[in-house]
Protein backbone atom coordinates (compact mmCIF):
# COMPACT_ATOMS: atom_id res chain seq x y z
CA UNK A 1 0.00 0.00 0.00
CA UNK A 2 1.65 3.23 -1.12
CA UNK A 3 1.43 6.81 1.29
CA UNK A 4 -1.31 8.90 0.80
CA UNK A 5 1.06 12.09 -0.89
CA UNK A 6 1.45 14.80 1.72
CA UNK A 7 0.38 18.27 0.25
CA UNK A 8 1.00 21.48 1.77
CA UNK A 9 -1.72 23.18 4.43
CA UNK A 10 -1.44 26.68 3.00
CA UNK A 11 -1.24 26.12 -1.30
CA UNK A 12 -1.79 22.61 -1.58
CA UNK A 13 1.07 21.86 -3.41
CA UNK A 14 2.75 18.47 -2.60
CA UNK A 15 5.52 17.90 0.08
CA UNK A 16 8.40 16.06 -1.37
CA UNK A 17 11.17 15.87 1.48
CA UNK A 18 11.11 16.23 5.59
CA UNK A 19 9.72 14.36 8.61
CA UNK A 20 6.45 12.57 7.63
CA UNK A 21 4.47 15.07 9.59
CA UNK A 22 5.46 17.71 8.04
CA UNK A 23 2.48 19.95 7.11
CA UNK A 24 3.94 22.86 4.88
CA UNK A 25 6.24 22.97 1.85
CA UNK A 26 8.37 25.49 2.96
CA UNK A 27 8.47 28.90 5.62
CA UNK A 28 6.79 30.89 4.23
CA UNK A 29 3.85 28.66 3.59
CA UNK A 30 3.70 28.29 6.94
CA UNK A 31 4.06 32.02 8.01
CA UNK A 32 1.12 32.60 6.10
CA UNK A 33 -1.11 30.11 6.91
CA UNK A 34 -0.46 31.19 10.65
CA UNK A 35 -0.76 34.85 10.24
CA UNK A 36 -4.15 34.42 7.69
CA UNK A 37 -5.22 32.48 11.51
CA UNK A 38 -4.04 35.11 13.53
CA UNK A 39 -5.81 37.92 11.06
CA UNK A 40 -9.14 36.25 11.50
CA UNK A 41 -9.00 36.22 15.32
CA UNK A 42 -7.39 39.69 15.99
CA UNK A 43 -10.01 41.45 13.16
CA UNK A 44 -12.67 40.00 15.79
CA UNK A 45 -10.67 41.10 18.84
CA UNK A 46 -10.61 44.56 17.22
CA UNK A 47 -13.98 44.60 16.76
CA UNK A 48 -15.02 44.12 20.12
CA UNK A 49 -12.28 46.86 21.58
CA UNK A 50 -13.37 49.30 19.41
CA UNK A 51 -17.16 48.55 20.63
CA UNK A 52 -15.34 49.42 24.56
CA UNK A 53 -13.58 53.03 23.71
CA UNK A 54 -16.76 54.13 22.03
CA UNK A 55 -18.69 52.94 24.92
CA UNK A 56 -15.58 54.36 27.25
CA UNK A 57 -15.86 57.80 25.14
CA UNK A 58 -19.89 58.45 25.17
CA UNK A 59 -19.75 57.54 28.91
CA UNK A 60 -16.54 60.34 29.48
CA UNK A 61 -18.69 62.70 27.61
CA UNK A 62 -21.96 62.59 29.42
CA UNK A 63 -19.97 62.28 32.47
CA UNK A 64 -19.95 65.80 34.90
CA UNK A 65 -17.52 65.62 37.50
CA UNK A 66 -19.81 68.62 39.35
CA UNK A 67 -22.81 66.80 39.27
CA UNK A 68 -22.13 63.09 39.96
CA UNK A 69 -25.57 61.93 40.96
CA UNK A 70 -26.72 63.47 37.78
CA UNK A 71 -28.97 61.01 35.77
CA UNK A 72 -28.65 60.11 32.09
CA UNK A 73 -31.59 58.55 30.10
CA UNK A 74 -31.28 55.16 28.20
CA UNK A 75 -32.27 56.72 25.10
CA UNK A 76 -29.58 59.97 25.52
CA UNK A 77 -27.21 57.19 26.05
CA UNK A 78 -28.15 55.04 23.06
CA UNK A 79 -28.16 58.04 21.40
CA UNK A 80 -25.04 58.72 21.46
CA UNK A 81 -24.20 55.12 20.39
CA UNK A 82 -23.59 53.62 23.66
CA UNK A 83 -24.00 49.41 23.59
CA UNK A 84 -25.12 48.39 26.83
CA UNK A 85 -24.05 44.25 25.95
CA UNK A 86 -20.17 45.68 25.89
CA UNK A 87 -18.40 46.32 28.76
CA UNK A 88 -14.96 45.80 30.73
CA UNK A 89 -15.90 44.66 34.38
CA UNK A 90 -18.66 45.02 37.00
CA UNK A 91 -17.89 46.60 40.36
CA UNK A 92 -19.67 46.21 43.66
CA UNK A 93 -19.81 49.01 46.08
CA UNK A 94 -18.85 47.57 49.52
CA UNK A 95 -21.16 49.92 51.33
CA UNK A 96 -24.21 50.17 49.13
CA UNK A 97 -23.86 46.86 47.01
CA UNK A 98 -24.37 49.23 43.81
CA UNK A 99 -23.28 47.54 40.95
CA UNK A 100 -22.03 49.48 38.38
CA UNK A 101 -20.77 48.79 34.98
CA UNK A 102 -17.30 49.83 33.59
CA UNK A 103 -16.04 50.32 30.13
CA UNK A 104 -11.89 50.66 31.40
CA UNK A 105 -12.51 53.53 33.74
CA UNK A 106 -15.98 54.36 33.22
CA UNK A 107 -19.01 53.09 34.70
CA UNK A 108 -22.95 53.64 35.22
CA UNK A 109 -25.31 51.73 37.18
CA UNK A 110 -29.27 51.99 36.70
CA UNK A 111 -30.77 54.04 39.51
CA UNK A 112 -34.60 54.72 37.96
CA UNK A 113 -36.41 53.16 34.87
CA UNK A 114 -34.28 53.77 32.20
CA UNK A 115 -32.09 56.32 33.58
CA UNK A 116 -28.42 56.17 34.81
CA UNK A 117 -25.79 57.56 36.95
CA UNK A 118 -22.41 57.80 35.28
CA UNK A 119 -19.09 57.89 37.58
CA UNK A 120 -15.01 57.62 36.92
CA UNK A 121 -13.44 55.36 38.30
CA UNK A 122 -12.88 54.81 42.25
Given at each position: M?P???VC????KP ?7 R ?8 N??H ?5 KE ?5 K ?27 E ?6 F ?24 G ?12 K??
Amino acid sequence: MEPTPRVCLHCGKPIKNGRQDRKFCDEACKNEFHNQVKLKEYKEMRKVDLLLKKNRRVLKRLFNPKNEKALFAKELMLKHGFEFEYHTHIVITKTLKNEFTFCYDYGYRPVEKDRYQIIKSF
